[in-house]
Every structure is written in C-alpha cells, then in structure tokens.
C-alpha cells in the first residue's frame, strides 16, 4: 500500500474564512515552487506566481508581502511534509524511510530550493531553516540509531545525511520513474544506506593529486583569472546576485576591459559550466583507463568524483546549482554532455547489478551522485578529516558496488 504523508493540522479551531485563506496560501505556495525551481528565485515575478493561481498580484499580496517571504513559505512547506514523515514512522525505520521517500517524489522540489535559492532569504530565515533541517537531521539519526545500535551517533548521523541527500534527485535528475515505483526505487536506496556497518574498513579517498590540479590556471592570461573569480562569487551569492562590475572588481579588471574577453555575465557562466563538464568527463575517462572491471570502473568513478566535489566544491556548487540560468540551447546541450556522463555510470552499474533495469538503475545512480554533491557542501561534513573516504563509501554502498557488498 502506498505511503502518503500529510502536515499535521494547524492547532486549534478555524472559522471558514480562515480555512479558506489557508486553503489560498497552500495554493500559492503549490504554484510558486515549481516556478522558483524552474526559473530561481530571481528569475520569478510576483505577477507570475498570481496569474498561475488565477489571482491578482494585489490579492498575492494579502497573503505573501513579498518574495522572499512566499520563498521561506515554499520551503517550510516542504520541510512541513518531511517533518511529518519522520513523526508519522512512530520511530521504525522501515515506514519512516518509505514515507520519506513518498515526501521526495511529492515534494522534491524542496531540495532545490534549499540547496540553491534558499541563501536568497534573510539571515533570521536562513538560519530558521537551517535550525529544522538540523533537527530533521537529528531526528533521523535517532530513528536509525534505535535500529542499529552497532553504529555510534556520528556514523548514524552520515547515514541519515546520505538518506536525506537521496530525496533530491526527482528534483535534480531526469528520472523514467514517477509515482509508486519511483517511491520504491528511493526506499530501496535508502534501505541500503542504513545497512551500512561503518567506514573502518571503507577504501581511502586521497585527496592530494586531486588539489594539486585546478580547473583554472594560475597566473594564466586574465580570462583565466575572470573565470576563477566568477566561479567564486557565484557560488557563493548565485548567479543572479553576482553582476558583470563584482567580477571585474573582483578580477581586479576594469569593466570595459572584462568585455575584450567575455561578451556578457552569461557568456561567464556558460565557460565555466563548460570547464566544470569538461573536468568531470577527463576524470571518467582515467577512470576507464585505470581500471578495466566494470565494479572497479564504478568504484573509481565515485571515488574520484567525490574527490573532485570536495577539493573543487566551487565549480561543482555551479554545475549543480546554477545551469537554470543559461539559455535553453545551452542548457540543453549542456545537459546532452552531462546525461552522457550517468548514462556511463548506468551502464556500468546494470553489469555490475544485472538485477536492476535501467529505469531503477538510474534512481540508484542518480542517488549516489546526490550523496555526493550534497555532502560535499555543508562545512561541517567538508572538513571532516575523513570526509572524502565517508561519502564515497556511502554513494557506494547506495549503489551495492563496494568492496563487501557483492
């Protein structure tokens, strides 16, 4: 039987205008996310979000003041159905993770919005939900610690990061499954997640030749010098938060001299996307080339991207965050070289488990590489002295294809 989770009921009673005014809200709030992910938080008009509803932008007003709050309400109303699938399980781990995964295929788009437009809110927002992603986080890790009480609370708390990074790909992949099959395609993910019995014996993660290089070259001509500052505000603030005169300043390049190398901020960010895809698809091919088992082939891929998204977390943060701003021909072709890339993966992981079709083996491996961009961004995880050998062995662990599993 399908697992559906549902917000708990606002306390107390309500009289028939407000019902009708909380009715409105949630209606907002269902037609403003999908714009706010397909577009950004700056790309969306207020008058956008009104005419989907079928309202004035005067009437939007009544209920949102502005963006930024409706943003925060879109969010919360997410982590309002992921806050209920943990309180619904009751403590068992199998119904809590189902219903989490029933929380990611009807409100993926949670994720995105978290991971990408949530820095648009003010701090005092920010740091509200950052406060109950924690407690999220807290409170899973308990769920899985009264299952697995062999784990010490460190290494159940990774585990319910990984579980929690799995619910992004609906929203950050384009996946064949939807509805009650994609649901169990995520449980399974999950399932297996938690049966991970620690990192004492997981396969070491070296991070010193990866550091070594960079996607930029240093001390290069100063399109280089453009491309590494760009890449370093806009992860940081966003794309469309960063203007043509920041890089300059930044580059230490006077606005029209920037224009002799990049036509627009646009141009900026497509180069860097570019040197980002061109990055990850080097590392596949010396992958392929240091290993000729398709389980070794595998096991080198997440090792190495893992490495690559934790020393380069700048360039990744963009090529996972910020492609939505590039203009459709480019998006698309862009997203042609990136499809390529996990259809490899796909391909690899189908010989390695001939017991997935490709439909789920692509929410497994659309899985994986979610553990990895996702935990290789909070500063907490990044810096742990272990980190990279941590996420690596969970997004392979998600997969079944680490040392043990087969």
């Not at 005014?21 to 403003?32: K, N, P, S, T």
């Not at 009807?106 to 992603?133: F, H, K, M, T």
């Not at 930029?216 to 010098?225: L, N």
């Not at 994986?368 to 980190?387: F, G, Y």
Request: some cysteine; glycine content about 6%; overall charge negative.
């Amino acid at each position: 039987m399908s697992s559906t989770v549902s917000p708990p009921p606002e306390p107390g009673s309500k009289t028939r205008r407000d019902q009708r005014r909380l009715v409105r809200r949630d209606e907002i709030v269902r037609a403003a996310t999908p714009l706010f992910r397909s577009k950004g938080f700056a790309g969306v008009r207020m008058t956008e979000i009104a005419g989907a509803v079928g309202i004035t932008a005067p009437a939007l007003y009544r209920h949102f003041d502005g963006k930024q709050a409706l943003l925060m309400a879109c969010i919360g109303s997410g982590l309002d159905v992921v806050e209920a699938a943990i309180a619904q399980g009751g403590g068992e781990l199998g119904a809590t993770l189902d219903l989490l995964a029933a929380s990611a295929v009807d409100r993926s788009d949670l994720w995105i919005l978290v991971q990408r437009d949530g820095r648009n809110l003010d701090p005092d927002a920010r740091a509200d939900y950052r406060s109950r992603l924690a407690a999220v986080v807290g409170d899973l890790s308990a769920v899985i610690g009264a299952r697995r009480a062999d784990l010490s609370a460190d290494d159940g708390e990774w585990l319910a990061r990984a579980v929690l990074a799995t619910l992004a790909a609906p929203a950050q992949y384009q996946l064949p499954l939807s509805g009650r099959p994609l649901q169990r395609a995520l449980l399974a993910v999950s399932e297996q997640i938690c049966t991970l019995t620690g990192f004492d014996d997981a396969p070491v993660v070296d991070l010193t030749e990866v550091a070594r290089n960079t996607p930029f070259q240093i001390d290069a001509p100063r399109r280089e010098s453009l491309l590494q500052h760009a890449a370093a505000l806009i992860a940081e603030r966003g794309y469309q938060q960063v203007t043509i005169d920041d890089i300059g300043a930044a580059a230490d390049i006077a606005g029209p001299s920037l224009y002799h190398h990049f036509a627009s901020k646009g141009e900026i960010l497509s180069a860097i996307l570019r040197r980002a895809a061109d990055w990850i698809e080097v590392d596949r091919l010396r992958a392929m080339r240091e290993a000729t088992e398709p389980a070794e082939i595998l096991q080198l891929l997440v090792q190495s991207y893992t490495a690559l998204a934790l020393t380069h977390s700048e360039l990744f943060r963009i090529f996972t965050q910020e492609r939505v701003h590039l203009p459709e021909d480019e998006r698309r072709s862009l997203a042609r070289v990136h499809r390529e890339s996990i259809d490899h993966w796909v391909a690899l992981l189908e010989t390695v488990r001939p017991d997935l079709n490709d439909a789920v083996a692509r929410v497994y491996v659309s899985s994986a590489l979610c553990i990895i961009n996702d935990m290789s961004r909070p500063e907490a995880v990044r810096t742990h002295p272990q980190a990279a050998t941590r996420i690596a062995a969970l997004a392979s662990h998600a997969l079944r294809t680490a040392p043990g599993d087969r």
